[in-house]
T-cell receptor, first 116, second 109 residues
Framework: DVKVTQSSRYLVKRTGEKVFLECVQD?????MFWYRQDPGLGLRLIYF???????EKGDIPEGYSVSREKKERFSLILESASTNQTSMYLC???????????????FGPGTRLTVL | QKEVEQNSGPLSVPEGAIASLNCTYS??????FFWYRQYSGKSPELIMS????GDKEDGRFTAQLNKASQYVSLLIRDSQPSDSATYLC?????????FGPGTRLSVLP
């Protein structure tokens, strides 16, 4: 089974702090994603990565950056946390066949971040 | 802008009934469609995938796809209180998934 782990389930930070959210997957998948999930807005893609040191912006990258130094690890960075970044953050990986079929996404347990 | 739409609910059904969840999508190019279940405070878990027009059954779950109408649905037969959750529809567009906002299902004992 695919296993995706996230460093923290719950995190409380103060406005202006630099925040690191870590995600690790154990299936040697190339593709990794960071989403945030808010009530009424669903899952929104922040950044994704297809390979080490490679990153692409998603739909809402503002205020975030990412790092992928190793294939199994994808980090989300909030350079200066703000209260509007209070949210559930979900990391995911994907099985990828090179075609549009049979690409299934698997999620980590999520990190609920509160910025005070 | 690729969009996936769902009724937000809540959808309430009595225990043992059939729950019907609907999803529409905007891009005709889409080939892969998924249903995720998400319990409160938990991450989404994949329950069904469908790629071809028609029905796909897995236990109490049936996914239905109509590409001409750009419509995908999920039927849950013999609904149980443990099925109470938010159900997310997801569409794979080339490289990324686009998720609908989810439908909250409540199965009443």
């Amino acid at each position: 089974d695919v296993k995706v782990t996230q460093s923290s389930r719950y995190l409380v930070k103060r406005t202006g702090e630099k925040v690191f959210l870590e995600c690790v997957q154990d299936m040697d998948h190339e593709n990794m994603f960071w989403y945030r999930q808010d009530p009424g807005l669903g899952l929104r893609l922040i950044y994704f990565s297809y390979d080490v040191k490679m990153k692409e912006k998603g739909d809402i990258p503002e205020g975030y950056s990412v790092s992928r130094e190793k294939k199994e690890r994808f980090s989300l960075i909030l350079e200066s946390a703000s209260t509007n970044q209070t949210s559930m953050y979900l990391c995911a990986t994907i099985t990828y066949t090179g075609a549009q079929f049979y690409n299934e996404q698997f999620f980590g347990p999520g990190t609920r971040l509160t910025v005070l | 802008q690729k969009e996936v739409e769902q009724n937000s609910g809540p959808l309430s059904v009595p225990e043992g009934a059939i729950a019907s969840l609907n999803c529409t999508y905007s891009d005709r190019v889409s080939q892969s469609f998924f249903w995720y279940r998400q319990y409160s405070g938990k991450s989404p878990e994949l329950i069904m995938s469908i790629y071809s027009n028609g029905d796909k059954e897995d236990g109490r779950f049936t996914a239905q796809l109509n590409k001409a109408s750009q419509y995908v649905s999920l039927l849950i037969r013999d609904s149980q209180p443990s099925d109470s959750a938010t159900y997310l529809c997801a569409v794979f567009y080339g490289q990324n998934f686009v998720f609908g906002p989810g439908t909250r299902l409540s199965v009443l004992p």
